[in-house]
């Protein structure tokens, strides 16, 4: 592999282009699904190709070939290349790359397990157990379960002189289930991953996995639905991770941003209460959407996004970040020292047949100085929002976030159980409504789908809202 | 990867080869595809691709217990490692004891219009000429309008499919899309996205027609007006229309989801469960049609059959797997499309069932008349939060945009924030009337539909 990616660098150079990278990638899947009990499918992959951007005329051409020699690859070459050239008549502004300094480096991990080596005979019966455990609680009407592990040896080299060689690793799984009584119907759904290895399963074990969930679903069965409007809410940390990711975090992609999202005339500005400050890190040991280097060999960094209320960067790959600041160089000079313009190492691609674009990495509000108790303190009726369904946002800034289990507060204490509620909003009015922040601190496991699926962590303590408009569904 | 490799002939080796380790039944499925693409995003032509990418999945059966495996590495080493692990795969699995078997060969059906030279052949400078062309149309109608995503691409895509009880099929196809979404920005104010596309099996799209219609269409968005709560006629453009089937409707009627006790419609063969002027087809046959084809992906012939026929219920879509279940045939609905997780190609997936063109027969009336008919409604043009809906309940609740206000006959202005709400298998049954504007998307082919008494709530 790396011979032919030397040889196939060495003549994007010969024909001229003004940029190029190339990543090679090998991998092996299994995936396993299955239905209430059943196993459905049974599937095992072995993928490999290269990936192939080059930048000519100021505009990107792209090819991905899956048979891996010079030839194949050098007549990518010159189709990526011929691409560009054809398009690039239709450019009005060029593509500048920010720079960043190379890297040469071998990111080697050694799996705490690694899933090859676990046989699908143990998988499958992890997954039966998580099943049979969950039909131990009453009521529970079906199971479905999709497991996957990836590994993955990845490529990244460009005519900048950067040379990556790296590994990647995720084992992951998303459950979900129903539990029905009369005509109430109550969902759960949690996911369990690591890029570590399949150690996972030992500390999220199938029992406690089915345990969690039982627990939510008799609970929501036996709840009642929320009152409509505008409550003080405390949020858990999986429903503050979803939120920073969805409500907040999309709006500060800066392909996002400078596609029209709310963020961009807010550069520099408050746009949350002193106690809010917004990080999206690669570099959290453990987290879901950690890695060592994007698909760029930009490292993976903390990028603080919001700082005590303040915007002060936003996510961007090398084009966005060089782009940005050309939009500030005319729109807020002033802002060009202190916003910070630089790559963050946020692009990704999920495999080889797409060009990487902006995606989070583990994305969560910083920890704060309230004890659990302190947030429900003076409450006199609102909500606890502790788990989540899904959500979706707007680049107008509008959420809106589907919560799974919910809990009455009152007088300052946690009361019955609530049944689909949901919250929704506008972003920055939010953000500024937060009075008050935890001192404790989770990261939940997630995926985000942006026409590509990434591996994503979010998460963060519990936080205090002063108002925020619930609604059931 | 050259488009001379005959895949017909590197699935009998495949097949071949897995004979050997004797299983009691085996497939292969291959795939091959040249994607060329170019895009615009965020107001600009962002990037220019050409993919292309063969691959191949095996399923095995040993006893009840099946197995399944791929890979896009074609030669000997690998295709005898991915033989392997479809076996290990399935000697790890449990018996399934609805097991019967693979399909057994039938006669193809005839299709037309699948395969056209024209988009084989299609130069990446066309390609870059036809999104060029919607771009300027577009900028040519009003300055304002400013493109979110779009461009133009075409694909080539070669399948084969071959089992031991004979099997042994290969089909071409060819598809050429132009798109574009926009929002028209005036001062500050900035309109919600709006999108028009052509696709089609033939070089037969307008860019043209594309870039003015979508932007007249995001000038229109720039004039809003009020609206209140209440029931009201509504007219359900094709993208709203099928955006709140997917998630409702079609989900229902697929065979798996029925024999999974979650369909409302489980009982309801040959009932009456909408309005009479309401017929639907899913027509694999269809001239032309996006996911037409001479046979599924498992190789079964396609077909074209109703759903509903005037109102009434006439079958649910099947897939090989879960016709046998029932002791009857597959209707060509098995297909590779569903993937649990990320983005997968069609070789790395097992068959479900899946719709293939959702065809809505036609009125008589114009779309013109359709709103002259509605005295105080909407015309929905398209919805976000479908994937919200409820398939077993039918209860969908979504954001109608782009959403336009009709009084007396006419449209007055655009509406934000509008959402509509209630049971869309209720509101089945209040079909109002059905246009004659037939327009064709990846799996719709159908006319603007208007519905009574829909509640619609402003924010």
Known sequence: MIDILEKGLDYAKEIGVQFADLRGEKRQTTLIDTRNGNVESVNQGIEGGVAIRVLADGMWGFASISKIDYATLRDAIDSAFRMAKVASKMKMQPVELAEVKPVDDKVKIKPDIDPRDVSIEEKIGILMTLNDKLYEFDDVKSCIISYADIVAAQYYFNTDGTRIEQDKIYVWSRISATARKGDIVATAREEVGSNRGFKIWKIRTPESVAELMGKRLMNQLKAKAPKGGAFPAVLGPEVVGVFTHEAFGHLAEADLAVSGAVTLSKIGQKIASDVVTIADDGTIEGGFGSYKYDDEGVPAQKTILVNKGYITSLLYDREHAMKLKRILEKMAPSLIDTFNLKPTGNARAENIRVSPIIRMRNT?????????????????????????????????????????EAYEIVNGEIGEPVRNASISGNTLETLLKVDAVGKDFELSVGRCGKGQTAFIGDGGPHIRVKEILIGGT | ??????????????????ERYNPNEAEVYLNYKRYTNVTIKSGEFSEASSTSDLGFGVRVIIGKKLGFAYSNKIDDETIEAVIKNAISAAKASKDDEKWKSLPLPKEDSKVEDLYDPNIANLSSEKIVEMAGEAYNSMKNVD???????????????????????????????TVVFVGLATIAKDGDKVTPYTSEFEIDRKLNVNPKRVGEEVAKRSIELLKGVKAETGEY???LAQDALISLWNFTFLESVKADFVQSGRSHFADKIGEVIASDKLSVLDD??????????????????SQKKYIIEKGVLKTFLYDNYTAKIEDRESTGNGIRSQAAVGTMETYMLLPKPEVTNIVIEPGKISKDDLIAEIKNGFLVWDVQGAHSSNPESGEVSVVATPCFKIENGEITGAVYGMMLSGNMYEMMKKVKDIANNVRKSET???PWVSFSNIKMISK
């Not at chain 2, 990867?1 to 897995?18: A, H, S, V």
């Not at chain 2, 493109?147 to 290969?170: D, Y």
């Open chain 2, 233 to 235: 006629d509504v007219i």
């Open chain 2, 444 to 446: 719709f082919i159908a």
């Open chain 2, 143 to 173: 300055h304002r309008v400013i493109p979110i995503w779009g461009g133009a691409s075409s694909i080539v895509s070669h399948n084969a499919i071959l089992n031991t009880h004979g099997i042994e099929k290969f089909d071409k196809h």
């Open chain 2, 1 to 18: 990867m050259p488009e001379q490799i005959d895949i017909l002939d590197l699935g009998k080796k495949i097949l071949n080869l897995i």
């Open chain 2, 284 to 301: 694999g046959t269809y001239p032309a049609g996006i996911r037409s084809s001479h046979f599924d992906d498992e190789g079964v012939p």
């Open chain 1, 364 to 404: 969560y509000i910083e920890p704060g100085d309230s004890s659990f108790e302190e947030l429900l303190e003076g409450i006199k009726f609102g909500y606890y929002l502790k788990a989540f369904r899904g959500g979706q946002a707007n680049l107008n800034g509008t959420f809106q976030v589907g919560i799974q």
